[in-house]
C-alpha cells in the first residue's frame, strides 16, 4: 500500500495553510511531520483525512484519488485521530468504542458479532483502559480520553492512521507505551501510520521517516537522521539545539531560542 | 437504586387502578343514562324562582333629584362628581351601548367598542362618521378615545383591563371614567342599577324606571308561564364549534343564570368560568337540548359537522334539539345587559317550546328543521 | 471484559423494556377504568372486549368505552411520538435541553390554524380540516427552518438558531391572527393552542396509528449513523456516514412526528424533553436500545398525566379539563430545573 500526495495547496479563507504539499508513505512506515505552530501540520493530516478540501492537488492510494472512494469504503480505509470530541450527551466508553466497528458492519445488523467484541477486548487490555469502560467520556482525565481516542482507531482497523498530537496528555509512561504500539501495530499490519507531533525526542525514538514543515510548506522528508540536524532545526525553529547520538538513536536537546524575547 | 423508584412507581399505578375501580363502584352512580333522567320540581303552589332570589341591592335614591352638581357612587364605590349631564360619552362594552340608546341618549354617544353592534342604527351612525369606534372592549385605542374628547367614559367593573390598565391611563390625561356593573351582572336586579345608575347621571331618571318596568314585565309573563314545571331539561351550552374545543359556561356565568331561569339544567353547572369538557362527560350527562353559539359561520354545516361527533348519541340529537344560535341571537344571550328579557324568553323557547311555542327566527337554526 | 459487559446491557435493555411495555398496559387499564361517567371499570373492559370480537354491548357502556379507548389510544401514539421526536431532536442538535418544538411548529401550526379560520370559516368548524391545516402548517414551520438553518451554514447550531427564529416571528404573528379568531368568532382563542386528549375520537386514532409507527421504525433503522452522530460531525464522517444528510433526515422524521402530535391533540410540552432523559438513564446513549424505551416512556407520561387530568376533572370541582400541558408541566419543570442544575454544576 502507498500514499503518494501531489501539490496539494489548501486555504484557509484568505490564508494559504499548505503550499504545494507533495509526499511519498509508504506501508510498514511510521510517519512523524514535525513543524513549528502554524507549519500545516494538522492541515495535512486534515487534508489527507479528507476533513478539508484541498483548492488544488490529489491524494493518491494505491493509485487511486482518494476523492473517488465513497464515505463508506473511506471508513475502512483512514483513521483520523485528534482530541476532539461532542461529549454533550453522556456517553460511555463502551458505547463510544463500539461505534468504532460499524465500518466493518451493514447499517441494520442490531446485534455485534463475537469478533467485533473480541478486538474490543483485546485492544481495551493493549490500551490498559478496559476498567474504564463504564465509566462516561465526561468522566475521563485528559490522558484516559486520549487512550481511548486512539483505542477507537485501532478498534476501526483502518489501514491508514492518522495521528494528530496522540501524546500531548500522556504522562511518561503513556507516551511510549502509546508509540511503541503504534509502532508494532504499523509493522505487524503493514499499514500507514502519520503522527503529527512536538515532542522531537519522541520522534527521534520511532520515526522510520521524518516530514519537517514550517510556514506551510514541507521543507525536507527524511530518515531522522538526515532531518535531526542542528542547522535544518535552527532554521526551521529558530532554537539553537544540541543533537545527541545514544545507542544508535537521535536525542534532541533544546538549548536556547535564537531572538530572546524582551522583558 | 433506579429499581426502587420503578417499584415506587409500579405501588402507586396499582393504588391508580384499584382507586378507579372503587371509585366507579362505590360512588352512586348519578348519571347513568339507561332512560331519561328526570329532576322534577316538587312543588306547584309556591313560586320558586331558582337561584333568582337575590334581595334588590340597595338602590341609591328612590326620589327623582334634580338637582346639579350632584354625586352618584359608580360601580366601584367611588363617588363621581357630575356638574351637569355628560353630553359626550364613549362607550365601551357593548351592553352599555344598548342601555344608552334604551335610554334614548343615543345622541349623547360620541364613540363605541368594535363590539357594539345593536341596534342596528349603530352601525349607520358609524358609517356615517357620527359615532367614532375606539378598539375592541380588551384592546381600547386610548389615544383614539381622548382625541374624541369626552365629558365621560363608561366602563365595566369585573373587566381588568378597564379597572386597571385602561383607567389609569385616562385618569392621567385628564378624562372621567364612570364603572358600571356590566360584567358582573348576575341577574336582573343588577340590570336595573346599571340602568338606573346611567338615568341618574344623564339625568333620565323617569325614563330608566319605565324601562325597567318594561323588562320587568317582559321577564314576568316569561316566569310566570313556569311555575308549574313538572320537568326541567338539561342544557348543554357550547361555545363555538366542538371541533375548537368542547367550551362550556360554568355555573357562575350569565348564561347559566338565563338557563336556569328559564327552566334548564346547565349541565357544566358544577365548573365556573369557561370550561373546556369532554365527551365522556356530556354523553354521561345525557343533554336534553344543546345550544350552540357560533359567529360568522354557516350554522347549517355546524350541524353536519356534530353529526360526526359522538354528541349524536345524546338524547337532545335524536329529538332533534340541537340550535344552532348566531348573529344577535347569540349576542342576546352571551351579553348581560338590557336586553336581559330578550335573552330569557328566546332560552325559554328553546327549552320549553311545549309552553312557548317553537322558536322561529332566521339567527337560530334547529337540528329537525334541515 | 468487553463481552460479558455487553451481554449485561442488552440483559437489562430486555428487562427494562419488558417492565415499562408492562408498566404501560397496566396504566392504560387504568386510563380506561376512570372517566366521568363513573362506569364500573370491569364492564367497560367487558365492553372493549366485545368490540374486539365484533359484537357491540349497546348503551351508554359502548360508547363511552370506545371514547376511552380512544383517549388512551392517543396518549400512548402521541406521547410516544412526542418522546421519540424529542430524543431525535437532542440527538441531532447534539443539545440535552431540546425538544420537539425547538423548530417553531407549534407557531406555524397555529398560525396556519388562525389563518385558516379567517379565510375559510365555514371549512375549518370540520375537524378534518383542523387536523389536516394544522399538520401543514407545522410542516411549512419545519422547512422553513430547514432553509433558514441552510443559510446559516447547515450545523447543530444554525438549526437550533432558525428554529428560535421562525418560533418568534410566528409565535407573534400567530398571537396577532388569534386575537382576531376571537374577535370574529367570539371563541376565547386561549383554547385553540392547549394540548388534550379529550377531544380525541376513534377515526384520528386509525389515523393516528399508522402515521407514527412508520417514522419510528425509519428512526430505530438509523440508530447506527445517529450513535456515530453523536460524537461530532468530524467523527461521524470518519465512520462512513454523512452528518448533514443524518440531520436533515431525522429532523424530517422529528417534525413529522411532532407536526402529528400537534395536529391531532394540540401542544403538550415536556414529554419530548423528559422522556428521552429517563430513557438514556436507565439505558444508556446507544439509540437501539433508547428509542424502544423512549417511546414506551413517553406513552407511559402522557398516559399519566391524562389520568390526572380526567381525575381533577372529576374530583375537583371547577376546572373542567385541564390541558395536558399543564400536567406534564407541572411534572416536567423540576426535572427541568434538576438537569439544568445538574449541567451548571459541572
Given at each position: 500500500m502507498k500514499i503518494v500526495i501531489k501539490g496539494l495547496e489548501v486555504w484557509y479563507d484568505s490564508i494559504q495553510a499548505l503550499r504545494d504539499a507533495s509526499l511519498e508513505i509508504n506501508e510498514g512506515e511510521l510517519t512523524f511531520i514535525i513543524g513549528p505552530n502554524g507549519a500545516g501540520k494538522s492541515t495535512l493530516l486534515k487534508t489527507i483525512a479528507l476533513i478539508i478540501k484541498p483548492k488544488v492537488g490529489v491524494i493518491y492510494i494505491d493509485g487511486k484519488a482518494l476523492s473517488k472512494f465513497s464515505l463508506k469504503e473511506l471508513s475502512k480505509i483512514l483513521a483520523y485521530v485528534d482530541?476532539?470530541?461532542?461529549?454533550?450527551l453522556p456517553s460511555t466508553v463502551f458505547e463510544f468504542l463500539l461505534t468504532a466497528r460499524y465500518p466493518h458492519q451493514n447499517m441494520l445488523t442490531f446485534s455485534m458479532s463475537q469478533e467485533d467484541l473480541e478486538i474490543v477486548d483485546k485492544i481495551s487490555k493493549q490500551l490498559n483502559i478496559s476498567h474504564l469502560l463504564?465509566?462516561?467520556?465526561?468522566?475521563?482525565s485528559s490522558g484516559e480520553l486520549q487512550r481511548v481516542l486512539i483505542a477507537r482507531a485501532f478498534i476501526q482497523g483502518s489501514k491508514v492512521l492518522l495521528l494528530d498530537e496522540p501524546s500531548a496528555f500522556l504522562d511518561l509512561k503513556y507516551k511510549l507505551e502509546i508509540l511503541d504500539l503504534v509502532k508494532k501495530f504499523t509493522k505487524i499490519n503493514r499499514s500507514i501510520c502519520i503522527i503529527a507531533i512536538h515532542d522531537l525526542y519522541l520522534a527521534s525514538l520511532y520515526a522510520d521517516k521524518v516530514v519537517i514543515m514550517s510556514n506551510g510548506e514541507i521543507v525536507a522528508v527524511g530518515r531522522p537522521r538526515e532531518i535531526f540536524r542542528e542547522d535544518l532545526l535552527e532554521k526551521v525553529y529558530g532554537v539553537k539545539t544540541h543533537i545527541l547520538d545514544i545507542n544508535g538513536r537521535i536525542a534532541v536537546i533544546p538549548l536556547e531560542p535564537l531572538n530572546k524575547m524582551e522583558l | 437504586m433506579r429499581f426502587k423508584y420503578l417499584i415506587a412507581v409500579i405501588i402507586v399505578l396499582f393504588l391508580g387502578i384499584s382507586m378507579g375501580y372503587f371509585l366507579s363502584a362505590l360512588m352512586s352512580k348519578p348519571s347513568v343514562i339507561k332512560e331519561t333522567v328526570v329532576t322534577t320540581v316538587t312543588n306547584t303552589t309556591t313560586i320558586e324562582r331558582v337561584e333568582t332570589i337575590t334581595l334588590p341591592p340597595e338602590v341609591i335614591t328612590t326620589t327623582i333629584v334634580q338637582t346639579w352638581p350632584r354625586t352618584v357612587i359608580d360601580a366601584l364605590g367611588r363617588e363621581i362628581v357630575l356638574n351637569e349631564p355628560p353630553k359626550r360619552v364613549v362607550s365601551t362594552m357593548p351592553s352599555i351601548t344598548e342601555s344608552m340608546f334604551i335610554l334614548g341618549l343615543s345622541d349623547k354617544i360620541v364613540g363605541v367598542d368594535t363590539y357594539s353592534n345593536w341596534p342596528p342604527q349603530i352601525l349607520e351612525l358609524i358609517n356615517q362618521g357620527k359615532i367614532a369606534t375606539v378598539g375592541g372592549p380588551w384592546t381600547l385605542d386610548i389615544e383614539k378615545i381622548v382625541s374624541l374628547n369626552p365629558d365621560l367614559v363608561l366602563m365595566c367593573r369585573g373587566v381588568k383591563k378597564h379597572e386597571i390598565d385602561f383607567r389609569s391611563k385616562l385618569e392621567e390625561v385628564g378624562i372621567k371614567t364612570f364603572f358600571l356593573t356590566c360584567h358582573t351582572i348576575k341577574n336582573q336586579y343588577d340590570v336595573y342599577l346599571d340602568i338606573r345608575t346611567l338615568g341618574k347621571v344623564f339625568d333620565v331618571e323617569q325614563k330608566a324606571e319605565v324601562v325597567i318596568e318594561d323588562i320587568q314585565q317582559k321577564i314576568d309573563s316569561v316566569i310566570s308561564k313556569l311555575t308549574n314545571l313538572t320537568k326541567k331539561p338539561k342544557v348543554l351550552r357550547l361555545v363555538g364549534p366542538p371541533a375548537w374545543g368542547l367550551i362550556s359556561a360554568g355555573g357562575d356565568t350569565f348564561i347559566h343564570w338565563l338557563i336556569t331561569t328559564a327552566g334548564g339544567v346547565n349541565i357544566a353547572a358544577s365548573y365556573s368560568g369557561w370550561p373546556r369538557l369532554s365527551y365522556e362527560y356530556i354523553l354521561s350527562q345525557d343533554p336534553e337540548v344543546i345550544v350552540i353559539g357560533v359567529h360568522e359561520v354557516d350554522p347549517v354545516k355546524i350541524i353536519e359537522e356534530l353529526s360526526q361527533t359522538p354528541l349524536i348519541n345524546t338524547t337532545a340529537w335524536r329529538n332533534g334539539r340541537v340550535y344552532i344560535l348566531t348573529g344577535e341571537a347569540d349576542d342576546v344571550v352571551s351579553r348581560p345587559g338590557p336586553r336581559i328579557a330578550d335573552a330569557l324568553s328566546l332560552l325559554a323557547q328553546i327549552i320549553h317550546p311545549e309552553i312557548f311555542g317553537e322558536i322561529v327566527r332566521s339567527d337560530v337554526i334547529k337540528l329537525s328543521s334541515k | 471484559m468487553a463481552i460479558p459487559l455487553y451481554e449485561r446491557r442488552l440483559k437489562r435493555f430486555f428487562y427494562l423494556l419488558i417492565l415499562f411495555i408492562i408498566l404501560v398496559f397496566i396504566v392504560s387499564i387504568s386510563s380506561l377504568s376512570i372517566g366521568p361517567a363513573m362506569l364500573d371499570p370491569i364492564k367497560v373492559l367487558q365492553a372493549l372486549a366485545f368490540k374486539l370480537l365484533g359484537r357491540d354491548v349497546g348503551g351508554l357502556i359502548d360508547v363511552v368505552a370506545k371514547l376511552r379507548l380512544a383517549r388512551t389510544l392517543a396518549s400512548i401514539f402521541c406521547g410516544a411520538s412526542l418522546a421519540l421526536a424529542g430524543l431525535l431532536m437532542q440527538t441531532i442538535t447534539r443539545n440535552p435541553l431540546a425538544d420537539p418544538y425547538i423548530f417553531g411548529l407549534s407557531s406555524t401550526a397555529l398560525t396556519a390554524l388562525a389563518l385558516g379560520i379567517i379565510l375559510a370559516p365555514d371549512l375549518m368548524i370540520q375537524r378534518v380540516y383542523v387536523v389536516t391545516i394544522s399538520f401543514i402548517g407545522a410542516m411549512i414551520g419545519f422547512t422553513l427552518t430547514l432553509l433558514l438553518s441552510k443559510l446559516g451554514g447547515g450545523s447543530d447550531i444554525a438549526m437550533v438558531l432558525a428554529g428560535i427564529a421562525v418560533a418568534s416571528l410566528f409565535g407573534g404573528v400567530s398571537h396577532i391572527l388569534l386575537y382576531i379568531v376571537q374577535s370574529m368568532t367570539k371563541v376565547p382563542y386561549m383554547y385553540l393552542l392547549m394540548g388534550t386528549v379529550s377531544t380525541t375520537l376513534w377515526g384520528d386514532v386509525q389515523l393516528l396509528i399508522p402515521l407514527i409507527i412508520v417514522p419510528i421504525t425509519l428512526s430505530l433503522a438509523l440508530f447506527k449513523p445517529l450513535n456515530a452522530y453523536l460524537y461530532g460531525d468530524e467523527f461521524a464522517k470518519q465512520l462512513g456516514f454523512n452528518p448533514a444528510s443524518i440531520r436533515i433526515f431525522t429532523a424530517s422524521i422529528s417534525a413529522f412526528l411532532t407536526a402529528t402530535t400537534i395536529a391531532f391533540i394540540g401542544v403538550v410540552g415536556f414529554i419530548g424533553l423528559v422522556a428521552p432523559h429517563i430513557a438514556r438513564f436507565f439505558v444508556g446513549i446507544d439509540h437501539k436500545f433508547s428509542i424502544p424505551t423512549t417511546i414506551f416512556i413517553g406513552a407511559l407520561l402522557t398516559l399519566i398525566a391524562d389520568i390526572i387530568v380526567k381525575a381533577i376533572s372529576i374530583f375537583i370541582g371547577g376546572l373542567g379539563e385541564l390541558p395536558l400541558g399543564v400536567v406534564t408541566a407541572v411534572i416536567g419543570a423540576p426535572f427541568l430545573s434538576y438537569l439544568v442544575i445538574k449541567r451548571m454544576r459541572r
Open positions: 482530541y476532539q470530541i461532542s461529549k454533550s463504564d465509566r462516561k467520556l465526561d468522566q475521563l | - | -
